[in-house]
């Protein structure tokens, strides 16, 4: 068989073949892979990652269920403004009747001075 001039311009120099890698590169690139050791090691690094990610994403689920929304939070925050309002009126009211009582008790305190009566006990 014999080759024409093109393909043998074609064919690669010496100066072609000093950018091949040598087998000193090519030792020295196994020595810095991962074995099928390492290659293990990783997965079963991945393994134990991929566990825990779906053991917080049940946990994040189980939070989501029992968690308070803002509509429960405004549902008890004006449950609670609506008894401080209703606690405020029985308030004024009951200070409403303490006066009453006061004076009540001044008046019968003066009527029984004005008949000469003594103070019911």
Do not use: C, W
């Not at 990610?53 to 029992?66: I, W």
Request: hydrophobic content about 35%; proline content about 2%.
């Amino acid at each position: 068989m014999e080759i024409t001039p093109e393909q043998f311009n074609s064919l690669a120099t010496k100066d072609d073949l000093k950018n091949f890698a040598t087998k000193d590169d090519i030792k020295a690139i196994r020595e810095e892979m991962a074995t099928k050791d390492d290659l293990k090691k990783v997965d079963e690094k991945v393994d134990r990652v991929i566990v825990s990610l779906l053991k917080t994403q049940e946990d994040v689920k189980e939070m989501k269920e029992v968690m308070s929304t803002k509509e429960d939070i405004n549902k008890i925050l004006n449950a609670v403004d609506m008894a401080i309002g209703q606690y405020q009126e029985v308030k004024i009211e009951q200070l409403s009747n303490v006066s009453a009582h006061d004076r009540f008790e001044t008046r019968i305190t003066n009527i029984e001075g004005h008949l000469n009566l003594k103070p019911a006990v």
